[in-house]
């Protein structure tokens, strides 16, 4: 069994039973220092990836997310589950297409989001969004990696926060083959109605803020626990108040405190 193999077999089995914190890291330092810390899957993050390269979240483009997933999977030896935003095409076929390419990247999960890009129609159709999740579906199937599928539903994130809709659309994306259901930035108060709705498959909820506790989340069901780009914000706060002590007050003071980083790799 090759460690895609094995990293897929762990992924799977995390979200049989419990609940796990997945955080996500923007580049393979931040990859490997989470691995250290002892976590047990780690997921990447579009937004922390883009910012690495001076862009804004969703405008990088398919061959730039698929060497930032060999290179992250290639670094860590914990499982991988990719955020894939929306595969990067709208038709089903390209979608499968390019889930292929992403299993071919040694991961272990990887999600599908039904958000367009449009400000005008934000969301696919249902019945499109449905068919790209089966697509993929049937793309990780002919794989034969058993990459785990997560159907994302976003229309809390684009201004559409409908709950009997999102859960109209976790359903059927449960019912087209993925594994795991997510629907980004609902409130806590409407955890227990979505893992009620999709049971016995797991749930994934976003935790961007202080609102919630991993023990407050395995209480609703929740079976699996992601930050976003929530880490790499907090990184790039640091830095960012640190540059402008220096550009605007001429003082150094953030300087103080700081973290042995180099400590923590000088055994690699």
Not at 72 to 93: C, H, I, K, S, T
Not at 125 to 153: C, K, N, Q, Y
Request: aromatic share 6%; with cysteine; hydrophobic share 50%.
């Amino acid at each position: 069994m090759g460690r895609q193999d094995e990293n897929v077999a762990a992924f799977r089995q995390l979200h049989a039973a419990g609940c796990f914190v997945m955080p996500n890291p923007w580049d393979v330092g931040s990859a490997i220092a989470l691995e250290q810390m002892g976590f047990e899957a780690l997921a990447t993050t579009s937004a922390g990836h883009a910012w690495t390269l001076g862009r804004a979240d969703n405008r990088l483009v398919l061959d730039q997310v698929l060497e930032h997933l060999r290179a992250v999977a290639d670094a860590v030896e914990l499982p991988l589950n990719a955020d894939f935003e929306g595969a990067f095409a709208d038709d089903p076929e390209e979608v499968a297409a390019h889930v292929k390419l992403a299993a071919a990247t040694g991961i272990a999960g990887l999600s599908i989001e039904d958000s367009t890009g449009d400000p005008a129609a934000p969301l696919y159709a249902f019945e499109l969004a449905v068919e790209r999740v089966a697509a993929a579906r049937e793309a990780i199937d002919e794989t034969g990696t058993g990459v785990l599928l997560t159907g994302r539903s976003e229309g809390f994130v684009v201004g559409r926060p409908d709950l009997e809709e999102t859960i109209r659309r976790l359903k059927a994306y449960a019912e087209a083959g993925a594994d795991c259901l997510y629907a980004p930035r609902i409130a806590t108060e409407q955890i227990p109605e979505v893992v009620a709705a999709v049971s016995p498959k797991p749930v994934n909820v976003l935790a961007n803020a202080p609102s919630i506790t991993v023990a407050e989340a395995a209480a609703l069901g929740v079976r699996r626990i992601s930050v976003g780009g929530t880490l790499a914000r907090t990184a790039w706060s640091g830095f960012l108040a640190a540059a402008r002590e220096i550009a605007e007050q001429g003082t150094f003071a953030r300087f103080d405190g700081l973290p042995d980083v180099d400590a923590r790799f000088s055994a690699r």
